[in-house]
């Protein structure tokens, strides 16, 4: 079964630094998004991106955010200068249609530590 | 979106049916409703929706009172496994790429 991926699994980094979190969403799904879970808090919608654009995003995802389909198969999320409290679980999901289906598929995240 | 209101944690013994409660009382007519769960950090799982008529697949069963301003997950034959935070959303149809948006959800928990 077709499934996201997301690399790294886990992403140690120091504040200020860059990070790159990547995704290749199911093949032939048109849709893609970022949510972020910190621990022990809600899963928390971030962007959605479709057609080479960002379709929407939310407070949390400011100008320290950006995202890029690179080529046909990987999507990533960059967070230019990393601060303590992006330390959270970010997870890539994808989703085929614009129909009525809102059937998104998550992959396993990334757990990101800022130190 | 319509808010959803479910309790923050239940207890089902293994192998007998888990039923979860969502209260939507102010759902709209286009308006679907979603589960999704989340295993132990994992990504969120899709499970079930549906619109007005009760809904079954492989993994689970989803009762649609008339109203439609509640509505009932079923686990029919819980296992450990199922042991999640399960989350039941409210989403209007029609296009467009809007994110979901998870509440606290009910941490149901499988005893052994």
């Known amino acids: 079964e077709p499934e996201v991926t997301q690399t790294p699994s886990h992403q140690v980094t120091q504040m200020g630094q860059e990070v790159i979190l990547r995704c290749v969403p199911i093949?032939?799904?048109?849709?893609f998004y970022w949510y972020r879970q910190i621990l022990g808090q809600k899963v928390e919608f971030l962007v959605s991106?479709?057609?080479?654009?960002?379709?929407?995003k939310s407070e949390i995802f400011d100008d320290q955010f950006s995202v890029e389909r690179p080529d046909g198969s990987n999507f990533t999320l960059k967070i230019r200068s990393t601060k303590l409290e992006d330390s959270a679980m970010y997870f890539c999901?994808?989703?085929?249609?614009?129909?009525?289906?809102?059937?998104?598929?998550f992959g396993p995240g990334t757990r990101l530590t800022v130190t | 979106d319509a808010k959803t209101t479910q309790p923050t944690s239940m207890d089902c013994a293994e192998g007998r049916a888990a039923n979860l409660p969502c209260n939507h009382s102010?759902?709209?007519?286009?308006?679907?409703v979603y589960w999704y769960r989340q295993i132990h950090s994992q990504g969120p799982q899709y499970i079930i929706h549906?619109?007005?008529n009760n809904e079954t697949n492989e993994m689970a069963s989803l009762i649609i009172t008339e109203d439609r301003k509640s509505s009932t997950l079923i686990l029919p034959h819980a296992t450990l496994r199922d042991t999640a935070v399960y989350y039941c959303?409210?989403?209007?149809?029609?296009?467009?790429?809007?994110?979901?948006?998870f509440g606290k959800g009910t941490h149901l928990i499988i005893q052994p």
């Open positions: 991106f479709y057609n080479n654009e960002i379709s929407e």
């Open positions: 102010t759902i709209s007519g286009n308006e679907y």
């Open positions: 549906g619109l007005k």
């Open positions: 093949s032939n799904h048109l849709y």
């Open positions: 959303i409210v989403r209007s149809t029609g296009g467009g790429a809007d994110g979901l948006t």
């Open positions: 999901a994808s989703r085929w249609t614009s129909g009525f289906a809102y059937e998104q598929y």
